[in-house]
């Protein structure tokens, strides 16, 4: 069982920076293959990216690639994103989950855990 929550949500400007967490209980976190999506006004939640168990791979979506970074610390049982030059489409809340499967996981079926969100808001 594991247990995830996200922060680091708020209110930005264009352009600006964000980072969120996601902090994690349970003593295999570091086993698990763990993903970011977000959910806008109206929208369904969308995959955002993913990070293997060790780190070393990652997938992004194709609206974020460039601008938002993923990564974790193990030892922290935390998952980090980085959101750069952010614009009014990174409006959303944005949820972590993790999943047993390894690879390129961006189904939201695959995910066993999900944290309640934290909201992101940029305003022009």
């Known amino acids: 069982q594991v247990q995830l929550v996200e922060s680091g949500g708020g209110l930005v400007q264009a352009g600006g920076s964000l980072r969120l967490s996601c902090a994690a209980s349970g003593r295999t976190f570091s086993s698990y293959t763990v993903g970011w999506f977000r959910q806008a006004p109206g929208k369904e939640r969308e995959f955002v990216v993913v990070?293997?168990?060790?780190?070393?791979?990652?997938y992004y979506a194709d609206s974020v690639k460039g601008r938002f970074t993923i990564s974790r610390d193990n030892a922290k049982n935390t998952v980090y994103l980085e959101m750069n030059s952010l614009n009014f489409e990174d409006t959303a809340v944005y949820y972590c989950?993790?999943?047993?499967?390894?690879?390129?996981?961006?189904?939201?079926?695959?995910?066993?855990?999900w944290g309640q969100g934290t909201q992101v808001t940029v305003s022009s």
């Open positions: 990070i293997s168990w060790s780190g070393g791979t990652k």
């Open positions: 989950a993790a999943s047993h499967k390894i690879g390129y996981v961006r189904a939201e079926y695959d995910y066993a855990y």
